[in-house]
Structures are given as structure tokens and as C-alpha cells.
């Protein structure tokens, strides 16, 4: 380095040092620093499909057939023993009765008020290869996805219809804060794609909504900024993307994180579903060891949308 670059660099500093205010310009120009993570909850099989609902996280394990709710102290509850092969997932109905997707069986059950479980919708007519996830939008419509890499949308009446296709192994899925437009993890296919969801539930105007390079995301959760955060579980992550594919922050773990909600309070604690993972086929070996934690970070926005 020569004289006069040694110079230069030493008027930089004293410049930031007098003027502190360009050094934190500098620093915004970056992702944030990355928030503390602190567990709330260990010792789950396999979490899936967090939900903040009535003042508590909800949440499937699979490795238990069971759903759990979990307040922000760290007292958990069994909602429902659901006797379910994986995958299962959960929703609600605007009236609050709850949806669970029977993934193997390719149906919906409704539990009612009295604590009944009944059938919702049957989805055979369209797949029998399974189903995955679920998000209800405003008008109590579900989508609902899996199959042959399909969408299917059921009215309130139980009636089905697909609605999409060629959805490279659908994962979460998450309806913006105006209710216009639905968004899916692509997870084979490294994206999140949008659709514009129409008067009658149809969707319309394909779109990648976000690029995500080597990212693979899980589950997904929108937030007041219009931002997205997705699970991602071979890259150990939480990941929070603008439309565009802009990542504006990230969260390591030390396992896979299957999926990610907003909620608490003020709707600005983020909770992260993370598992050590080891493939579909030690899947058992999985639940048995027990490592799914739920954990959570304080997040920049507050919870919008749904689920």
C-alpha cells in the first residue's frame, strides 16, 4: 500500500469518526444484524404448520399425530390427537372451527364446536397422491396443495376444484394483507410464485415472485412490509425476501427450519419450526430423537395476511 493510500484511508476513518451518522448509513445499507434466537419449546417429534391463533402458536407434530398450541412463556397444550400419517396441517374457518389437511388420506376434516371431527372436503377427485399444506383466505375458501404438484381451492359448501398446476413440490402457501394474491413455495423449484386470486377463487396471473437462488423454501409467512419470510431446511435458515428476490435478512440455525409464523403480542415475534433433519427415509429415526425445537426472533414487521 503506498503512502498516499495509507493517507486516504486514515482521513476515511477520522471522517466516520467525527461523523458517526455516515458509519450507521453505511450499516443500513446491509442485512440487519441478526436477531437473538432464543428457544421457546423443545423436545417435538417433528413440528409442521405453525399458526398463531387465539393468543398462542399452534402447531402439528407429526412424529407425535398430534396438534399442540404453545404460549409465549413455554406452557404447551394437546389440542387434538389426530391419529394421522404425515404430512397433516392446520387451519381455520373464519367461524374458528378448525381444518386439518389429511395428507395421506387426501381429505380435509372440519372439527366442530361440540369437538366432533367430520369431513370436510374429499380431494380424491382430484389427487390421491397426497395432500400438503393449507392457508384459508377472508371468504372461508381453503387452498390446499400437494398431489401432482396441483392447487385445489375448496368453497365453504365442501365442494373442490383444482386451480393450479405444475407446482415444483408445493410447500407453504400465504395470502397477502389485501387478500389478492396467494403465494407458494416452490421447493424443487428454489422460488416463491404468485398468483392473483379471483372474485370466484380462481387464480390467474401466474408469476415468480421472488428468484431464490440456491435458497429452498418451506414453510412461509408475509408480513406488514409486504416482505416474506420462508423456512428453508438443507440451508439451516430463515430467510425474509422482498418481491424480486431481494433478501433483506437472515437468520441461521443449527438445524433445519420447516416452516415460520408472526405472531405475539404485537405480531412481531417471529417463531422458527426447526428439526435436525435426515431425509424422508429416517423419517421415524427423526421423531424418535426428538430434536424439532420452536424458537423464536424478534422480526422487523408485524404478522399480515394470512395464515
Known amino acids: 500500500m503506498s503512502i498516499s493510500e495509507g ?6 476513518k477520522l471522517t466516520l469518526s467525527l461523523n458517526p451518522e455516515m458509519e450507521i448509513g453505511l450499516m443500513s445499507s446491509k442485512q440487519p444484524l441478526e436477531p437473538e434466537v ?42 387434538v390427537e389426530t391419529h394421522l400419517d404425515l404430512p397433516f396441517s392446520i387451519d381455520w374457518l373464519p367461524d374458528g372451527r378448525l381444518l386439518i389437511v389429511a395428507g395421506r388420506a387426501s381429505l380435509i376434516l372440519r372439527k366442530e364446536v361440540d369437538g366432533m371431527v367430520v369431513t370436510h372436503a374429499d380431494l380424491r377427485s382430484i389427487s390421491d397422491m397426497g395432500w400438503n399444506e393449507i392457508v384459508v383466505d377472508r371468504n372461508g375458501r381453503a387452498y390446499v396443495n400437494g398431489g401432482p404438484g396441483v392447487i385445489a381451492v375448496v368453497n365453504p359448501d365442501g365442494s373442490v376444484r383444482q386451480v393450479a398446476d405444475n407446482i415444483a413440490f408445493p410447500n ?67 430467510v425474509r425476501v422482498l418481491e424480486g428476490g431481494e433478501v433483506v435478512q437472515t437468520i441461521a440455525l443449527d438445524r433445519g427450519c420447516f416452516a415460520c409464523m408472526l405472531g405475539g403480542a404485537e405480531g412481531k415475534t417471529l417463531f422458527l419450526v426447526a428439526t435436525e433433519w435426515r431425509g424422508m427415509e429416517n423419517a421415524s429415526a427423526v421423531a424418535s430423537a426428538r430434536t424439532g425445537k420452536i424458537l423464536t426472533a424478534e422480526a422487523p414487521a408485524a404478522a399480515a395476511g394470512r395464515p
Not at 7 to 12: M, Q, Y
Not at 52 to 69: E, I, K, M, P, S
Not at 190 to 219: K, M, Q, Y
Open 172 to 238: 407453504g402457501m400465504a395470502i397477502t394483507q389485501d387478500g389478492k394474491t396467494l403465494i407458494i413455495a416452490e421447493s424443487h423449484g428454489r422460488r416463491l410464485t404468485a398468483f392473483n386470486i379471483e372474485g370466484d377463487g380462481s387464480l390467474s396471473h401466474r408469476r415468480v415472485w421472488a428468484d431464490l437462488g440456491e435458497g429452498c423454501p418451506d414453510g412461509i409467512c408475509v408480513d406488514a412490509d409486504d416482505a416474506v419470510w420462508y423456512g428453508d431446511v438443507p440451508n439451516k435458515r430463515c
Open 7 to 12: 493517507s486516504d484511508r486514515l482521513k476515511d
Open 38 to 79: 432464543q428457544t421457546l419449546m423443545s423436545g417435538i417429534a417433528m413440528g409442521e404448520s405453525p399458526r398463531w391463533h387465539q393468543g398462542r402458536l399452534w402447531f402439528a407434530d407429526w412424529g407425535t399425530q398430534q396438534v399442540v398450541a404453545v404460549d409465549a412463556l413455554g406452557n404447551s397444550e394437546v389440542m
